[in-house]
């Protein structure tokens, strides 16, 4: 059994996925406390569900053309979720997972994106444990999948900026400002002043929020 906040389809709102349309099993529970969370009620828990029951219920919300399911949290790691990985794949669906950077499990190399924060200051939990990251970040590069963080301040974008030169960061790096605490134009005018050195960045904010949209 596993504890799910929601399940729902929209469009995926960040990241170099954006605008994609998806299927969300958001999963409950979390071992972070990030002030600037913006799914808290996930930290809560969900409703007890097995593995085919989720599956029938990520069918029902797909719209019958939508490729991929996003398993999101929370913190989807802290649950044992190679059986639902194994079962969606099964019924032909591609499979992303949103994870915090504080856990690695084998379970990511079966999934076909996978997302990793880069915590910084701001969050009150900034990364630190750089063993776990990097055995999450060499999945990334095995398969596909991006590092993604979210800057409140110039302390968070100093942060970022070391981070990704001490910690040899490679392949698609995405930031995006902290929803009211930064804005869009803030957030790319401290990059085009002091470039972040690396070469796959890109400057995003969150469209769901623009749009209104789940």
Known sequence: MLNVSEIFFSLNGEGVLIGVPTVFVRLSGCNLRC???DTKYAWEEGAKKDVEQIAREVKKEDNGFCEWVLLTGGEPLLQEIGGLVDELKSIGFTIGIETNGSLYKDVLKKCDFISVDIKTPSSQNPTSDMTTFAHIANVIEEKKGQMKAVIADENDYQFIHTFVREAKVAGPLVLQPCWG??????LCHLYFEHPVPHRD?????QIHKLGDIK
């Open 35 to 37: 002030t600037w969370c």
């Open 181 to 186: 605490r930064m804005t869009y134009n803030q």
């Open 201 to 205: 960045i890109r400057i995003l904010t």
